[in-house]
């Protein structure tokens, strides 16, 4: 991989193709979300794509990208009739510079703000991944959570999966304290697709964190707050609401 990744057609044309606008590199990350610490066979896991350049980078779910732009092309039967099929993950991080901003779910609506900058330890330990030198640092997020994450300055953007940037070069794995959550690079290559922030159409734009994380609490005391009257059901006709409610709970909570 390390051997196909480089080239010198790559660093020359860095600073010409991020001034486009345009991908230099896109790394595939899978995302495994441990549901219960105590067991840790109950898992999901969803794959991401991270596109990235000197200075601009976008963090997405593919199928979520389909679904709001319309050319998702599964669908599910709910109270009202067919709709499309409702992803995995519809988080999104964008950055701009030294800007990072997130976009999260509560219940049917999307919440769009900016992220407090990560503070990283670097620590002692090292280890290859996938053919390259990595070093482990260390951060507690603003909500108090603990992550370690490996990272190679043989890849020279301070880039990682979601909100996890600033460090000295590409971010390959990531993992929480209790390790209930791990990404991981599974793919490196090189990319010129355009790096544009996902388009939502009526998503929520807070002024701080801090009114995301107040509707998140709301949300899950009071599902209904944020998932209107809709009822999600399967071909039987079976009501899977808060199943999926549940769902969407789980994944939202883990990029603080």
């Known amino acids: 991989m390390k051997k196909i990744f480089f080239g010198g057609i790559f660093i020359s044309n860095l600073f010409y193709i991020s001034a486009q606008s345009k991908a230099v590199t896109e790394i595939i990350y899978e995302t495994k979300l441990v549901s219960d610490s105590l067991n840790r066979n109950s898992f999901k896991i969803f794959n991401s794509t991270l596109l990235c350049n000197s200075t601009e980078s976008v963090y997405f779910n593919r199928e979520a ?38 976009s999260l779910p509560v219940g049917k609506y999307v919440f769009t703000f900016e992220e407090p900058k990560l503070n990283w330890e670097i620590l002692n330990e090292t280890k290859k991944i996938k053919g390259f030198q990595c070093q482990l640092a ?104 808060k199943k999926m409610a549940d769902r969407i709970k789980s994944i939202n909570t883990f990029l603080d």
């Open 65 to 102: 990208k389909a679904f709001y732009e319309g050319t998702s092309k599964e669908s599910i039967s709910t109270s009202v009739g067919a709709i499309p099929k409702y992803p995995k993950s519809v988080a999104s991080v964008y950055r701009s510079n030294n800007t990072i901003t997130a």
């Open 138 to 241: 260390k951060t507690v997020t603003d909500t108090g959570d603990t992550y370690f994450a490996w990272f190679t300055k043989e890849i020279p953007f301070q880039e990682g999966p979601f909100r996890f940037k600033g460090l000295s070069g590409l971010i390959l794995e990531v993992i929480n304290k209790n390790k209930t959550i791990e990404i991981y690079a599974v793919e490196i290559k090189k990319s010129e697709e355009i790096i544009q922030p996902l388009h939502y159409g009526d998503d929520i734009k807070t002024k701080s964190k801090k009114q995301f994380l107040e509707a998140r609490k709301n949300y899950q005391e009071n599902p209904s707050m944020y998932n209107g009257n809709l009822k999600i059901v399967d071909s039987n006709g079976i009501d899977k609401t």
